[in-house]
């Protein structure tokens, strides 16, 4: 097998095509089975969408489902094309889309709004990548903006979790042991110490947050939060047809031309917290390629952007969907990330891991039992993932930053993406930079030093 050819500080092989470097299970990559488990039961978040498309849309359980399906087998595309990252939605800019498409009357009008909207969306992202800009925006936007997106996109995760009516006020008990033994697997210094010296302790953190669904299942209907699960048995039965008919250009046509430029400024912010998501991709998986010499990982905005831009495109005429095909599912994809960092053993490569993960969704999304087992629980994962985006985000968007100007600039940025939307953040972070830095917009503080016991940083 070419993967165990391996020559060490390099890529992983492939076969070359245009801009992408295709790699193929257990040709290019050993296949990971922790990671495969982990998808198997954590397709439960890509399920949690469907709650979404029923109440926006009223589209049926079937229907939705079908959306579902047809979305995780895009996620496969990153890791066969040469992405090596774990994709998922675009999580903060949901609620940005939901609020635009509410503006339409429910039926075709809503339809044909997300249509719109899902298009320009993925031919903005297809522009950026193929005329090679998407790097030149990752380097030219100053540093105290990317921090404040960032760090707002963990904010809007939280906000989610725990704003009135929301999951957390369902789950509070499974939610908080949930969440607090994921963090404590994934992060925690103690547990890492713990899985160098035993074996049983090593074995469980590589299953990553496998158990902790399992133990939500069981936790859940224990604390009387949710329903024991009725386990079906069979393969799942999605309405094609009834999607293709009701909710796609073939049932309700092509939206008018009006409805693009309305649809304008709601893809161009919904862009912004994507590009804080290309940010935390790109940090995250530098630490990664520090700590595993033996693999050189080629992460390409521009060729990212070709890939959820072209998966945005096929959604809107296929399978429109509300939580938007994203370059990065940030929670699992730090999962993956940190299983990687432990060794080749551990994990031969990192399209091993993101691609093995993905395979394990959509085995999941066709096995009735999964998907009836999990269905009780999917406002736990949906959290779950959430909060662990928020840390990764806090984490990632603090080291963005350059200096302590920098970070207050990221805190107001933050905030304002909360209350006010990415477009509001985006605009007032370029106010900010340009009055605080002037000429130096795009070089950020002169300082440039981020030293937390300095306080003299421009207060008097």
């Known amino acids: 097998m070419k993967w165990k050819n391996h020559q060490y500080g390099t890529e992983t092989t492939f076969f070359p095509l245009g801009p992408f470097k295709v790699r193929l299970p257990f040709l290019h990559y050993r296949f990971e089975w922790p990671d495969y488990l982990q998808g198997l039961l954590m397709c439960a978040v890509d399920l949690a969408a469907i709650p979404l498309m029923v109440e926006l849309l009223g589209m049926p359980f079937e229907a939705a489902i079908a959306i579902v399906m047809i979305n995780g087998f895009l996620y496969l595309f990153h890791h066969i094309l040469g992405d090596p990252v774990v994709p998922g939605w675009i999580t903060p800019a949901v609620p940005l889309l939901i609020a635009y498409v509410q503006t339409f009357d429910p039926g075709a009008d809503r339809v044909h709004a997300l249509i719109a909207f899902q298009i320009m969306l ?12 998407a790097s030149k925006v990752v380097t030219l936007i100053p540093s105290a903006i990317k921090s404040g997106i960032i760090i707002g996109a963990g904010l809007a995760a939280i906000v989610v979790v725990f704003k009135e009516g929301g999951r957390f006020e369902q789950f509070p008990i499974t939610i908080t ?45 224990l604390v009387s939060e949710a329903s024991w699960p009725d386990i079906e048995w ?25 409805m693009f ?3 304008l400024p709601t893809a161009l912010a919904a862009y912004i917290v994507l590009f804080g998501d290309v940010l935390q991709t790109k940090a995250i998986l530098d630490e990664a390629d520090e700590k595993r ?12 952007h070709l890939i959820f831009g072209g998966r945005n495109v096929l959604m809107s005429i296929f399978g429109p969907d509300v939580v938007m095909c994203g370059p990065l599912w940030a929670a ?36 009735l039992p999964v998907v009836s087992l999990v269905q009780p629980i999917l406002g736990v ?52 930079v340009l009055l605080i830095y002037g000429k130096n917009f795009f070089k950020g503080d002169p300082d440039n030093n981020f030293n937390p016991t300095n306080t003299n940083d421009g207060d008097q």
């Open 177 to 221: 042991i949930a969440v607090g033994l994921a963090f404590y697997l994934i992060f925690s210094p103690h547990f890492a110490q713990l899985k160098q010296h035993n074996a049983f302790w090593s074995n469980l953190g590589k299953l990553g947050i496998f158990p902790i669904i399992i133990l939500a299942v069981i936790v859940a209907p």
């Open 332 to 367: 699992m994809h730090v999962v993956i990330v940190e299983r990687y960092k432990q060794g080749r053993e551990a994990m031969q490569s990192i399209f091993g891991g993101s691609g093995s993960f993905r395979w394990g969704t959509n085995t999941g999304l066709l096995l």
């Open 381 to 432: 994962a949906l959290a779950l993932t959430l909060l662990i985006q928020g840390f990764v985000s806090f984490r990632i968007g603090i080291m963005e930053a350059k200096s302590q100007r920098d970070l207050g600039i990221a805190g107001i940025i933050a905030a304002i993406l909360v209350i006010k939307g990415a477009a509001w953040a985006f605009a007032v972070g370029i106010l900010l």
């Open 261 to 263: 430029l309305t649809a």
């Open 293 to 304: 010499p033996d693999e050189k990982i080629d992460y390409d905005p521009n060729r990212s």
């Open 234 to 258: 069979g393969i799942t039965s999605p309405n094609f047809a009834l999607m293709f008919n009701e909710y796609t250009v073939f049932g309700v046509g092509l939206p008018d031309a009006s």
């Open 122 to 133: 993925g031919l903005l992202a297809i522009v950026l990548g193929q005329t090679k800009l």
